[in-house]
């Protein structure tokens, strides 16, 4: 592997960061103006922020400069290790704001403060939406705004849009796209890669645009709006608000984020083809895009008749659920009462149904409801859901749709050759055959999915007393969803959860986010050697 080429595109990257980290220091500041008037700089993480940009600024100049010999070294081993050690250096870099507000704030270590830094801004690039802070409406707009960009750049993809602005990176280029990217196939739009970068981009800032547009319709001032159109484009889920969406009370901005949800789940390339191309048979022909929604619409009808049919379960029985401050008998009560109330109708069900399985099948993590005291039969479904994410080439998490799909058709041909040994039936996906060493990769990344999951559940219960919790947190985190079951459900946070463990959930979300391959392949020894 060729140092150089990795430090020059590394100090690219910090270049972008530095200039991104102007923005909420710009809002920081114009916070302070308001308030204090004449003194600037007054509040800490104003000037963590100008520290952060100064520094990733200069560094990255320096590494650009210094490395610039070997920017034009190609080499997949290059671009993989771009990826990785690129996405754990920018979350470093942002998460300086974060740790200085937490040590300001008093009552933890440099190590405690750090850690939870870094968890929280490597959540909102992973767009993993798992947060520590118990009262998030007590953070400064700056970090609030900071804290939602973080998903809105990790969402498409920080090199990718590395890749828009700096076109003649020559590193590794494609190796980039391709670790980055969901999906077990990185297509290209565009012969030149910059421009499908662009384009990809273009889409995005587009839907970005306009769902902007209808949440400020729906009443939330441009500050909430933003927040909230980053977190559910970027499938992330941080909010501005302690109660998420759901604080809003508005079945007009639940319907619409669900809308949008939806829409950042599926295939960007798609968005594009229909959009601009005018298209409709890349939707219309996508078997991909037929499944996701087919899964969809079956588990919202599935949930909103178990829950407005059934109704919730008793107080007791979900008060004894793990939680590490458990509400006390009649707090709980009042809570469920609340709860109860808004499933009550069928039009209540449908709503809240629709949202939840939405967030959680695109691994957006919103919430309107407390699905964690619903039945435990939807738990396990919600839980199922959370592993299937969105489709390729969304900003979703999980092991995606298209793989879920094959490995099942997979496993199903394997069926017929119990009884057929010489049966030779290749796998088609929308009428077209599969190549082997693809089904071969998509099982592979499957079975190294669900073991990582396995392992990283192994060592949570070594920091987390409930099972169902230890279980809930890997799934949440490794499919980069936010919320889980339990002690870390969804009125819940990991504020908790012992150092160690944040470390290894950290692990899990980037792992989810880089789709494993990419982490994994720069942890074999093998990949050092020259």
Known sequence: MKAKAVFYAIGRLLQIMGVVLLIPLAISLWDERNIHRHDLFTHPESLAFAIAAALSLVIGVILQVACRSGRHVQGTREGFAIVTFGWITLALVGSVPFAVWFLERGGCTVWAAFTDG???VMSGFTTTGATILTDIEALPRGLLFWRSLTHWLGGMGIITLALAIFPAMGVAGYQMFRGEVPGPSADRLRPRLAETAKVLWGVYVLLS????????????????????????????GFSTRNASVGAYQSA????????????????????????????????????????????????????????YIGGLPDADVSGAQYQFEPRGAPAHAEHVAVEEAKVSTFGGALRYSAFQVVAILTTTGFGTADFDIW???????????????GCAGSTGGGMKMIRVLIATKAAWRELKKVVRPR????IKVGGHAMQE????????????????????????????????????????????????????????????????????????????RLEI??????????????
């Open 437 to 512: 060493p693809l089904v071969a990769n998509i099982v592979g990344f499957v079975l190294l999915f669900v073991g990582l999951f396995v392992i990283c559940s192994l060592l949570m219960t070594l920091f987390i007393p409930d099972l169902t919790t230890a279980v809930a947190s890997v799934a949440a985190t490794i499919s980069n969803i936010g919320p889980g079951l339990s002690g870390v459900g969804s009125t819940q946070t990991y504020a908790w959860v012992p150092l160690p463990g944040k470390w290894v959930l950290m692990l899990c979300m980037l792992l989810g």
């Open 517 to 530: 391959f990419t982490v994994l392949v720069v942890l074999r020894p093998s990949f050092w050697r020259r």
């Open 375 to 389: 039945p435990r039969a939807l738990g396990l479904l919600l839980v199922v859901l959370m592993f299937w994410g």
């Open 209 to 236: 645009a306009a769902e902007t547009g209808l949440l400020m319709l729906g009443g939330m001032n441009l500050f909430d709006a933003l927040c909230h159109t980053f977190g559910t484009m970027a499938t992330g």
């Open 118 to 120: 870094y968890f929280e």
């Open 252 to 307: 007009y901005i639940d319907w619409v984020i669900t809308v949008f949800m939806l829409l950042a789940g599926t295939n960007f390339l798609i968005h594009y083809r229909v959009l601009f191309r005018r298209n409709l048979s890349a939707a219309l022909n996508n078997r991909e895009l037929h499944f996701y929604l087919g899964t969809t619409v079956v588990a919202i009808l599935l949930v909103t008749a178990v829950l």
């Open 423 to 426: 049966l030779i039936s290749p």
